[in-house]
């Protein structure tokens, strides 16, 4: 079983940029495939980006390609998420979630583990 923290979120203007880290302990996250979620007020939790375990694959959402970039920290057992050129409607909660299987999808009932999340919020 693997545990996860979020950090790295905040207040940010439209156009700057924040890393987002997801913190993993009791396994390391290089076992899991790992995902970022968000939700807004009032909508559903939505996918973003995900990596493969091997980190071989990513995949994300189109409303934040080329925006958005997943990657893991290697020994510090780390995911990140570095998001540039935000907008006003990246404004959400962010969940890192995880999977034992190599790929997690796009979709959260893929994933096992969610963290608390972490708030982003972009003004205009």
């Known amino acids: 079983q693997v545990q996860l923290v979020e950090s790295g979120g905040g207040l940010v203007q439209a156009g700057g940029s924040l890393r987002l880290s997801c913190a993993a302990s009791g396994r390391t996250v290089s076992s899991y495939a790992m995902g970022w979620f968000r939700q807004a007020p009032g909508k559903e939790r939505e996918f973003v980006a995900t990596?493969?375990?091997?980190?071989?694959?990513?995949v994300y959402t189109d409303s934040v390609k080329g925006r958005f970039t997943i990657s893991r920290g290697g020994a510090k057992n780390t995911v990140y998420l570095q998001m540039n050129s935000l907008k006003p409607e990246d404004t959400a909660v962010y969940y890192c979630?995880?999977?034992?299987?190599?790929?997690?999808?796009?979709?959260?009932?893929?994933?096992?583990?969610w963290g608390q999340g972490t708030q982003v919020t972009v003004s205009s």
């Open positions: 979630a995880a999977t034992g299987e190599w790929y997690g999808g796009t979709y959260a009932s893929g994933y096992d583990y």
């Open positions: 990596i493969s375990r091997s980190a071989g694959s990513t």
